[in-house]
């Protein structure tokens, strides 16, 4: 096999999360976002130590999971979404047997309760970061997601399924309005320009929505007109509903960020209109959730997640309980009721304020949260916990905080992870010092998307 060299090839199989496997001439070829049991053309792309990548050219027969047409006009060149072409229950069964296969070498004996799959498959999404540009150079102002492999090339996600139609009501009025005026989008190798994010929040059960929009401070626009005509798409109850928003905007922003990378921070802040937070509820609770605190993306799924998280946690009666990684605090808060305390940790500053502020509209006394990095402070607090639950971000955990994790010897563990992979190394260590794998149950919070998260039990064999 050379580089750039063209073959066709059935796949045989995807590992996670989106490589699909093909054996040509007796080697292992890698192609990304190939489904099993597609024909495809592809090229050489890459060739190291043994391992080769293909690049999909063409797909020449769809899959037999393919059971469906995709429902998006935009799939395809969007990357936001690979599998719309598959039913949802092939999506389910294909994610489940990928963690399957990842954890079978490292864990034996251990109980699969398979994949729980999220409530709702379409208009998931809480949260939807879109991106100023354009969909090809010096073409019209663009605002939606990358382009597949594109840094540069943004595709209009105006008909974005996986968002609710309040999405694409506010993102159409942005782009119109900018549109009209000719305001060019911030270019992200000459750092000029001025419009770079837009980024909507929508509560799933309140309805409640806040805008952000994100620029640099290299224009001073008036953004009254465009504040108005967003609020002009609240419903009066007089219009047409397909014109007006089914949820209600409570909050408009306008976010400076000079940064020179490609993220969506602030420098400076603006409250157009209301407020700079919604509020959301999960099993019973309620949750202030301003522009960046993060929260678990799909609300409905994370009541899935989380109802596993505390299946798995068992009985709480009297313990003390660490949750690492704690968020907004939602877990914390979650298992505070039936819990004698809950600490949680968490490195961003602006979440943990959340949290305290959140266990106090719901009136919990028993929850406690230090900000900060694991790994230095697990080791100040005095308290000793009965039982840890973890859920680290996609990197997983560092492996000196893993050390000290392990070494308060609790009788349980709970593990939930966004990156079976992560998951997969972190178990090893889990199982070296002394704990064994009980029970591993996967949720599925992102359809149409390659994500998958596991919740892992863990007990303690060796004292
Ligand atoms: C997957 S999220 C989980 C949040 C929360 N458990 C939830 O369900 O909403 C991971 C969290 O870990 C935090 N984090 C990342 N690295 C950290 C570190 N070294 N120490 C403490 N928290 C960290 C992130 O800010 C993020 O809030």
Not at 203 to 208: C, F, L, N
Not at 307 to 326: H, M, Q, W
Request: glycine share 8%; proline share 3%.
């Amino acid at each position: 096999m050379k580089k750039g060299q063209i073959y066709e090839g059935i796949v045989d199989k995807i590992e996670f999360p989106n490589k699909g496997i093909l054996m040509i001439e007796g080697t292992k070829v890698m192609v990304k976002n190939a489904i099993t049991g597609q024909k495809i053309r592809f090229s050489v792309s890459k060739m190291r130590k043994g391992k080769v990548e293909g690049r999909l050219l063409e797909v020449l027969e769809p899959s037999h999971l393919e059971d469906r047409a995709a429902k998006c006009p935009a799939f395809g060149p969007c990357g936001g979404c690979t599998y719309q072409t598959m039913s949802y229950e092939n999506q389910l069964k294909m994610k489940a047997e990928q963690v399957e296969r990842l954890l079978a070498p490292v864990c034996t004996e251990y109980e699969f309760l398979g994949i729980q799959g999220s409530p709702s498959e379409w208009e998931y999404r809480n949260k939807m970061e879109f991106s100023f540009g354009d969909e090809y150079k010096d073409g019209p102002l663009a605002l939606g997601l990358h382009k597949r492999g594109s840094f540069h090339d943004i595709v209009v996600a105006n008909q974005c399924k996986i968002v609710h139609p309040d999405y694409n009501l506010i993102l159409s009025c942005v782009l119109t309005y900018f549109s009209e005026k000719g305001t060019d989008f911030y270019h992200r190798l000459s750092h000029t320009g001025y419009l770079r994010h837009l980024l909507v929040r929508r509560a799933a059960k309140t309805g409640e929505l806040l805008i952000s929009l994100i620029t640099s401070s290299q224009e001073n626009l008036d953004l009254s007109e465009l504040r108005d005509r967003l609020l002009g798409l609240n419903s009066d109850g007089s219009k047409e509903s397909a014109n007006c928003l089914e949820g209600s905007i409570v909050g408009i922003l306008h976010i400076v960020n000079d940064s020179l990378a490609d993220v969506v921070k602030s420098d400076e802040t603006n409250i157009l209109f209301g407020r700079d937070f919604i509020r959301e509820e999960l099993l019973g609770l309620s949750f202030k959730i301003s522009t960046f605190s993060f929260f678990q993306t799909n609300s409905l799924g994370a009541e899935v997640l989380y109802s596993v998280a505390r299946e798995f946690v068992g009985e709480t009666k009297d313990k003390l309980i660490f949750d690492l990684y704690s968020g907004t605090g939602t877990i914390a808060q979650i298992l505070a009721p039936v819990a004698k305390k809950v600490i949680g940790v968490e490195i961003v500053e602006e979440a943990v304020e959340a949290a305290r502020e959140n266990a106090k509209l719901n009136g919990l006394s028993n929850c406690e949260f230090i900000a900060g990095d694991v790994l230095k402070v697990i080791g100040s607090i005095k308290d000793k916990p009965d039982l840890i639950v973890l859920d680290p971000p996609r990197d997983g955990i560092h492996p000196k905080a893993l050390d000290r994790i392990i070494d308060y010897g609790v009788e349980r563990l709970v593990y939930i992870s966004c990156k079976p992979t992560s998951l997969v190394r972190d178990l090893v260590v889990f199982q070296e010092r002394g704990y064994r794998v009980e029970k591993v149950c996967c949720v599925d919070m992102f359809p149409e998307t390659v994500h998958v998260e596991c919740v892992v039990l863990m007990s303690r064999v060796e004292k």
